[in-house]
């Protein structure tokens, strides 16, 4: 029999192999502008991986494996993706019409049987995919500095530097590396009494150890030749370390020496010939004061721009909170000087000592020495203050990624971490306890900690609509009741739960000590104390947990496209849950979707999930019941029979229940001995008050005890 050939875009694949699915699992590759659709075969299960990292620290890259129709080899000639794909070629998985997840290919894996060549057997081509976010974590040492960052340009649009020596080199470095890809190392050259002293200065805590030259030192540098453009730019990061320091830059531009020092007291610009240093053409300073911001450490920048008839040479100190102070030379009648082939000092002029590091030139004439060189000076001390928000967006941009921000009110963070992306994104969840994650069309979203907040249900689940796997989990596996919160600088926080049934009193008490500490990184220490608080209640929240929840979708299709829309951090409720597993229905958080399951027929999604109520918070004066304050020592006075409808609560501390009944403030639901109880009115004005009630609305009631701890059924809890 002749073998049966089927053509897809420019694919095949031979009778015997697994045809493409009845589902219409396709993989769309990018390239040549536009996307090409390639069948997938789901004889072999599809996975689609959109998780976290194991106790949902860090985010995780999206990812999956497919098995794609026919030989796909793009490194051979031979190959129509010859040249066109590769590597980390941009892939879609769509089910039909609905794009599922979306990455790149980071393997190509093409097999066939034996005998294909002529005719027989089958051909396949496996793809691993994984999203953008493995990519930014692939490498070895490709974690920088914000400093590194923001002066090499790595944003789409940012001026990249014509030479940058970020001068975080190691202690017995000799020559500082050049981080202009292609420029050679600058050999340690310096001049004055004592020795430079390479990564001894830690305090600008946006970069790796720089310099620290001793008074009176100097580090030469050469500039690399390039072609003219009538503008230039040196920027240098420097950091006076005691009342007697000078920090300055000292350029031979052609036939000029241009000095610009500061200090305590002024700022001074001056210009002499190469030839009679001592032979001031101009000069000029401006005072500064003692106390002033620049002192501590700012960007020194010069630049010159050719005005058609001579230089204008201007200086500024730009400050990482924005400030900036400057002064201004006009060299006129004259020529324009370029530093093309010259040499840049950065020179000590006191008898204290200065750090110094990142010296950078920017030849591009767009490029303004004041509003963009205030980007490298923010950076000094990691971007201190910024939000988090604010900072999942520029973090994204420095590395390509466009990051959507959701929410509002996140948390000022403390100096970035010289880490790799997902490093940075895992420090703002920690600290503002947010959450990012790729989306299935490959955006970014970060999610901050207000914005997770008293959420909207994405998905009503009905007990019936769960595959068979679903599995109630009860114990302290991820409990924690001893919580310290502690920053890079080692300040931390210690918080205990003291009593409850998961406190740190000994079982049957509570569970037992069990301790945890939490790296955070906020802009000051006062914010320790909610972040100890908070992460103490994340990690004691109580009540029925379902740590994964499958749905098969081709079992339940009512609910099939809105179980298929559910995305990370979406709340789930699930409803009519056996009585003896939960008499209340139970609100879910979605941390990530362990696997999108698609093999031949069937197809299932299964959630990976935490207690949904760990983000319900109080909202003042929008709901009087929702809002309520919950009681820690209302007991009942007496026990109660199963029907019983008049109770009469105590409090040992006098603090009493809303009085009243009816709309707005009632009905509310109390938690008596796990049963939850329907209360119409309260009245009394004194402790014990008399409470109407009523019994079995679950299908459900028992007798209660005397003295059995009264308290709400769905608290709502203090946001941070």
């Given amino acids: ?63 999956t494996s497919l098995r794609l129709a026919g030989w796909i080899n793009p490194e051979s000639p031979l190959s129509p993706l010859y040249g066109a794909a590769g590597v980390n070629t941009p892939i879609r998985v769509k089910l039909s019409t609905d794009v599922r997840l979306t990455g790149e290919v980071t393997r190509w894996i093409p097999e066939r049987t034996l005998g294909h060549s002529v005719g027989k057997g089958v051909a396949w081509t496996t793809v691993e995919v994984n999203s953008a976010f493995y990519r930014l974590g692939q490498g070895v040492d490709t974690a920088r500095s914000p400093m590194y960052r923001s002066m090499i340009g790595t944003s789409a649009g940012d001026y990249v530097p014509h030479a940058y020596w970020p001068m975080e080199d190691g202690r017995d470095v000799t020559v500082f590396a050049s981080a202009v890809a292609g420029q050679p190392g600058q050999p340690l050259i310096y001049g004055g009494v004592d020795a430079v002293q390479p990564a001894a200065d830690s305090a600008m805590t946006g970069s790796l150890p720089v310099p620290l030259l001793p008074g009176d030192t100097y580090i030469e540098f050469s500039v690399p030749a390039y072609t003219d453009t009538g503008q230039w730019v040196a920027q240098v990061a420097t950091r006076l370390t005691d009342t007697n320091a000078d920090a300055g830059l000292i350029i031979y531009a052609d036939d000029l020496i241009i000095q610009v020092q500061y200090g305590h007291g002024n700022l001074t610009v001056a210009a002499a010939p190469v030839s009679d240093p001592g032979a001031l053409i101009f000069s000029n300073s401006d005072g500064v004061e003692a106390d002033d911001i620049f002192l501590a450490a700012c960007s020194l920048v010069v630049s010159s721009v050719d005005t058609g008839g001579g230089d204008v040479f201007t200086a500024r100190l730009l400050s990482p909170t924005g400030a900036t102070v400057g002064q201004t030379i006009d060299v006129n009648p004259g020529v324009y000087r370029s530093l093309s082939g010259q040499r840049i000092l950065v020179a000590s002029g006191g008898t204290d000592p200065i750090a110094a590091g990142h010296l950078g030139v920017f030849t591009d004439p767009a490029f303004n020495a004041s509003t963009d060189g205030i980007e490298g000076a923010r950076a000094m001390y990691g971007w201190k203050g910024e939000l988090g928000g604010a900072r999942a967006l520029r973090v994204g941009r420095e590395h390509g990624i466009t990051v ?166 979406d709340v789930i409720l699930l409803t009519g849950l056996p009585a003896d597993e939960s008499l209340a229905d139970v609100y879910l958080t979605v941390l990530g979707i362990v696997a999108e399951r698609i093999e031949g027929a069937s197809r299932s999604i299964t959630f990976r999930c935490v207690r949904g109520d760990t983000y319900k918070c109080g909202v003042y004066g929008s709901d009087p019941i929702g809002s309520l304050y919950d009681s820690d020592t209302s007991t009942l006075a007496t026990g109660y029979s ?55 609305v679950d299908g459900w009631d028992k007798a209660l005890s005397s003295g059995a701890k009264v308290s709400l059924w769905d608290p709502a809890r203090y946001a941070r």
């Fill in 1 to 63: 029999m002749t073998p049966l050939t089927l053509a897809v875009a420019t694919l095949s694949w031979s009778w015997g192999a697994a045809m493409p699915n009845a589902q219409q699992l396709t993989a769309e590759l990018y390239y040549s502008g536009s996307w090409h659709a390639y069948p997938a075969y789901i004889s072999q299960p599809a996975n689609l991986v959109r998780d976290r990292k194991p106790g949902g620290t860090e985010p995780e890259p999206a990812r």
């Fill in 404 to 569: 959507t921000v959701e929410g509002e009110d996140s948390t000022p963070m403390g100096p970035q971490p010289v880490a790799q992306f997902l490093g940075i994104l895992a420090d703002i969840e920690r600290t503002d306890g947010g959450v990012a994650f790729e989306k299935r069309d490959g955006s970014a979203i970060y999610r901050t900690g207000r914005g997770r907040l008293n959420r909207s249900v994405a998905l009503t689940l009905p007990y019936t609509s769960i595959a068979p796997s679903l599995q109630l989990v009860l114990g302290a596996r991820d409990r924690r009741n001893d919580v310290t919160v502690k920053t890079p600088a080692s300040s931390s926080m210690r918080v205990e739960l003291a009593s409850g049934a998961l406190s740190v009193q000994p079982p049957p008490s509570g569970i037992g000590r069990i301790e945890t500490t939490i790296s955070v990184n906020p802009e000051t220490d006062d914010a320790l104390v909610d972040l100890g608080w908070w992460y103490l209640h994340t990690l004691t929240v109580e009540g029925v947990l379902y740590e994964t929840v499958t749905v098969d979708l081709i079992a339940a299709p009512a609910i099939a496209a809105a179980t298929a829309a559910v995305d990370v951090d």
């Fill in 642 to 696: 199963a029907t019983a409808t008049s109770f009469s609560v105590a409090s040992s501390d006098g603090t009493l229940w809303i009085t009243g009944s009816g709309a707005p403030n009632f009905p509310i639901f109390w938690d008596i001995e796990g049963m939850r109880i329907q209360v119409d009115a309260i009245s009394g004005a004194t402790s014990p008050q008399t409470a109407t009630v009523v019994r079995n």
